[in-house]
């Protein structure tokens, strides 16, 4: 009963937003806003590297005025408008007003001149609780290029997952790379008042970083 009922509240968001991959690690950017349903796109980074992996990241934000648990399933398609590559993101539980980072990389999409998602949003959260408005995070770049991401439990609860995602970009505003923080101790927790640091490094010339993060509890 408890997996119709979640099913049936999954809202839909059908968002068809072509975008041209640049075949250097360079991308172009859209603005892309919907917020029929309470979720807008404030942006898009998109890019290959010289490997040939398309990364897509969105940056999105909660107008829902709710907790909602977000996600995308992107698809990748060649210059003839034919699909190449599906890829899904890592679910996303956010709070009201919050703004947050989508990701999907395609692997086997060296032939991808265009994509485009679907958003689904789910408000009814029985389980998990968001808890951004509790985590404090801080951040800066070392001599050596890193970046030291440090976020604070400042709740009376343990937080059982804090990711940062850091995106790299170059001086024209262009995406670079991205790595991810997990921002938990050796028990996968962020304890009540406890403080826990990572550092991540892009291994390519970069202008600048922005850093977006998910917090909650069960």
Known sequence: MKKIH???SVLL??????????????????????????????????SKNKWGTVTVIGILRNDTGKNCKVHWNALTY???????????SDNAFVSPGQEFALVSEFYDSDDATSYDYNIY????????????????????????????VTAKNN?????????????FLSEKGKLVDYEEAYLTNDLLELTSGEKYS???????????????YTAYKW
């Not at 709740?155 to 995106?167: G, H, Q």
């Open 6 to 8: 979640l099913a049936i």
């Open 13 to 46: 968001i059908s968002m068809f937003l072509f975008n041209t991959i640049s075949y250097a690690q360079d991308s172009t950017n859209s603005t892309n806003t919907s917020d029929e349903k309470g979720i807008t796109v404030v942006k898009e980074y998109s």
């Open 78 to 88: 060649d210059s003839s408008g034919n699909p190449l590559e599906t890829g899904e």
């Open 121 to 148: 949003v789910d408000t009814d959260l029985w389980l998990s609780e968001p808890m951004y408005d509790y985590i404090e995070i801080t951040h800066s770049q070392a001599k050596n290029g890193k970046v030291i």
């Open 155 to 167: 709740s009376k609860d343990n937080i059982l997952s804090c990711k940062a995602i850091v995106i």
């Open 198 to 212: 990572q550092d991540v490094t892009c291994y390519d010339e970069y202008s600048s970083y922005e850093v977006y």
